[in-house]
């Protein structure tokens, strides 16, 4: 991809393959960005991503330390539906989303992309696993001292989850980011839409030969992706190997 975008048309076709192009083609980059609006592509993004990934983390770990710590009738019932969840393809609630926020008044807009994928089932059930591998007598402590559940959420369960609130959010902006159905169906303007859908609307304006460009746009929407995997990497293994598997 990173090859293809550098080269000049001439080599995209050029056999044997090569890897080196023989002078970078900077110019598919800007072809690329002025072909569509890549710009209102990338800042729509960068909205719903910011928005929505962060509401995920935050619903899902204040449901998952009441899963793990609050004493509440029909619990386990309630994990089990949230663990149902996981089972259930996102394909199949398009339809009824699409109804739903229609009703709303919310096609087209921010709120209408963001609000159908709010919750986070895995999120929920990794964090509620690894919030049920801390130290019991941590948390016996801080009750005894007069900490209310906040207290204990924010300043002794979050801090020693690190990794594992870092590994929801990391999916959860992956998830925002490359979702590509439903903006696509709740969207029907240019100017609402999201890099996925962009690249689309990228390759049907250049069509099947001007491969360079459509390259340089790929790479631009997959390089914040990479940068983020990057710096979170480290905490990604922790994250999953720290969540117990705790009844």
Same mark, same amino acid.
């Given at each position: ?99 739903? @926020?229609?009703? +709303?008044?919310?096609? #087209? !807009?921010?709120?209408?992309?963001? $609000? %159908?994928?709010?919750?986070? *089932? ?58 590509? @159905?439903?903006? +696509?169906?709740?969207? #029907? !303007?240019?100017?609402?839409?999201? $890099? %996925?859908?962009?690249?689309? *609307? ?46």
């Amino acid at each position: 991809m990173i090859s293809s975008a550098l080269k000049p048309q001439s080599e995209i076709y050029q056999w044997p393959l090569r890897i080196i192009p023989s002078h970078l083609a900077w110019e598919n980059f800007s072809h690329a960005w002025n072909a569509v609006p890549f710009g209102n592509f990338f800042v729509n993004s960068l909205i719903v991503t910011v928005v929505g990934a962060t509401a995920k983390v935050t619903l899902a770990i204040f449901s998952a330390y009441a899963f793990a710590f609050l004493p509440f009738p029909g619990k386990k019932w309630l994990f089990l539906a949230v663990l149902g969840a996981l089972m259930v393809p996102g394909h199949v609630t398009l339809l009824m989303n699409y109804i739903t @926020i229609g009703n +709303l008044g919310m096609i #087209n !807009s921010y709120a209408g992309i963001i $609000l %159908p994928g709010l919750a986070s *089932a895995f999120g929920t059930f990794l964090l509620r696993q690894h919030f049920l591998g801390l130290p019991k007598e941590v948390m016996e402590a801080a009750e005894l001292d007069g900490a209310g559940h906040l207290r204990k959420l924010f300043y002794i369960a979050l801090p020693m989850s690190v990794p594992a609130v870092v590994t929801v959010g990391l999916i959860a902006v992956i998830d925002e980011w490359n979702d590509f @159905i439903w903006p +696509l169906l709740v969207t #029907n !303007s240019v100017q609402m839409r999201t $890099l %996925p859908v962009g690249l689309m *609307a990228l390759k049907e304006s250049e069509g099947v030969s001007n491969w360079g460009s459509i390259m340089a746009g790929t790479t631009m929407v997959v390089l914040p992706m990479l940068l983020v995997f990057l710096f979170a990497q480290r905490f990604i293994v922790a994250g999953l190997a720290g969540a117990s598997l705790k009844r």
